[in-house]
């Protein structure tokens, strides 16, 4: 079965650091993954994706995510965290052979910005 | 504009009611979700939807029901058999079910128990 881990399920930064959201997923068979961002009591937006080609994936608000599959990682950065970046931040999955359509969410990672 | 609209924001039921969270999509997908969000746990799939008229259960479908009647709505029905439904409740939407399909989402409600 897929799943996803995210490590750390609060992360605080200060304004102006290095950001770096980590996630590992399972899966036997390549997989599609997905970073999403979600405000308070707001939904969650798309922030990149990673389907086939290029491993470096661009995002908006100035994330990348890099896929690795020797490491089983999907990991978020962003150079320069802003206070705006504080959020909770989710790293789905699907792959051949799960439920139709469904994506395979972790459990979050929150981000704290200090000024 | 295009997106999902899910209401109402706040809603509030008392042990043994019935209630029904509603969704609406302009987008023309196809396939609608229900997830329940807990905190720290994630998104927990409830039911989702591929085609009018057709739905299929979650992994946590028990004490919940959904009908898929038009393509744009997908409303979701708390029973009084959930035993913990206060949660915060998300409804989305995908074009197809191809898998680098992205998920648009609503604004959520919060349901609480009383």
């Known amino acids: 079965a897929q799943s996803v881990t995210q490590l750390g399920s609060h992360v605080s930064v200060s304004e102006g650091a290095l950001v770096l959201l980590r996630c590992n997923y399972s899966?036997?068979?390549?997989?599609?993954l997905f970073w999403y961002v979600q405000y308070p009591n707001q939904g969650l937006q798309l922030l990149l994706k990673?389907?086939?080609?290029?491993?470096l994936v661009k995002g908006i608000n100035g994330f990348e995510a890099e896929f690795k599959k020797s490491e089983t990682s999907f990991h978020l950065t962003k150079p320069s965290a802003h206070m705006s970046d504080a959020a909770e931040y989710f790293c789905?999955?699907?792959?051949?052979?799960?439920?139709?359509?469904?994506?395979?969410f972790g459990k979050g990672t929150k981000l704290s910005v200090k000024p | 504009d295009g997106g999902i609209t899910q209401s109402p924001k706040y809603l509030f039921r008392k042990e043994g009611q019935n209630v029904t969270l509603s969704c609406e999509q302009n987008?023309?997908?196809?396939?609608m979700y229900w997830y329940r969000q807990d905190p720290g746990q994630g998104l927990r799939l409830i039911y989702y939807?591929?085609?009018?008229?057709?739905?299929q259960k979650g992994d946590i479908a028990e004490g919940y029901s959904v009908s898929r009647e038009k393509k744009e709505s997908f409303p979701l029905t708390v029973t009084s058999a959930q035993k913990n439904p206060t949660a915060f409740y998300l409804c989305?939407?995908?074009?197809?079910?191809?898998?680098?399909?992205?998920?648009?989402f609503g604004q959520g409600t919060r349901l609480t128990v009383v």
């Open positions: 987008l023309n997908h196809d396939a």
């Open positions: 899966s036997s068979v390549p997989p599609y």
């Open positions: 989305a939407s995908t074009r197809g079910v191809g898998l680098n399909t992205e998920a648009f």
């Open positions: 939807s591929q085609i009018v008229n057709d739905f």
């Open positions: 990673y389907t086939t080609g290029a491993t």
């Open positions: 789905a999955v699907r792959h051949e052979g799960g439920s139709q359509g469904n994506l395979i």
